[in-house]
C-alpha cells in the first residue's frame, strides 16, 4: 500500500521541523565551535548572581542580529531569570565585543564587574542607589 500526497506531506514537514529543532537547540548548546556548552561557560555568571529572578541586560553592540543572538545565549544560561533591556535593576547581564569596551560600559553606567566570562559576557552589580 502506498501513502497518499498528504500523508507524505505530513511526513516531510515532521522530518523537517525535527531537523531544524534538532539545529536549533544545538546552536544554543554550542555557539562557538569547540566552546563547552554554555551551561558550563556561563556557569560564573549563574552561580554570582544568586538565584536573583529579574535581572537587566546591557551590550555595546548596535548589531541587531549580534544583539539578539548574545541575548538569546544569555537568556538560555541565565533561566529562569529574565533578562530585561535597561532597567533599574540591582544586577545585569552585559555583553561587549571586547574587554575594554565592558569595563566602559560597567563605568560609565556606575556599576562594578562580579564576574566575567571568556565569551565577552560579564555580571554588573549597581554600585550606587
Given at each position: 500500500m502506498r501513502p497518499?500526497?498528504?500523508?507524505?506531506?505530513?511526513?516531510?514537514?515532521?522530518?523537517?521541523?525535527?531537523?531544524?529543532?534538532?539545529?536549533?537547540?544545538?546552536?544554543?548548546?554550542?555557539?562557538?565551535?569547540?566552546?563547552?556548552?554554555i551551561d558550563e561557560r556561563f556557569a560564573p555568571l549563574v552561580a554570582a548572581a544568586r538565584g536573583e529572578r529579574r535581572l537587566g541586560y546591557l551590550t555595546t553592540t548596535t548589531d541587531g542580529r549580534e544583539e539578539r543572538t548574545r541575548r538569546v545565549h544569555a537568556?538560555?544560561?541565565?533561566?529562569?531569570?529574565?533578562?530585561?533591556?535597561?532597567?533599574?535593576?540591582?544586577?545585569?547581564?552585559?555583553?561587549?565585543?571586547?574587554g575594554g569596551a565592558l569595563d566602559r560600559l560597567a563605568r560609565e553606567r556606575g556599576l562594578r564587574v562580579l564576574a566575567?566570562?571568556?565569551?565577552?559576557?560579564a555580571l554588573l552589580e549597581r554600585t550606587g542607589p
Open positions: 497518499d500526497r498528504a500523508t507524505l506531506a505530513i511526513a516531510t514537514a515532521a522530518v523537517l521541523a525535527f531537523l531544524v529543532a534538532r539545529a536549533t537547540v544545538h546552536e544554543t548548546r554550542t555557539p562557538d565551535p569547540g566552546a563547552p556548552p537568556q538560555y544560561a541565565l533561566a529562569p531569570a529574565l533578562l530585561v533591556a535597561g532597567g533599574p535593576f540591582r544586577l545585569y547581564v552585559a555583553w561587549a565585543e571586547s566575567r566570562i571568556d565569551a565577552g559576557y
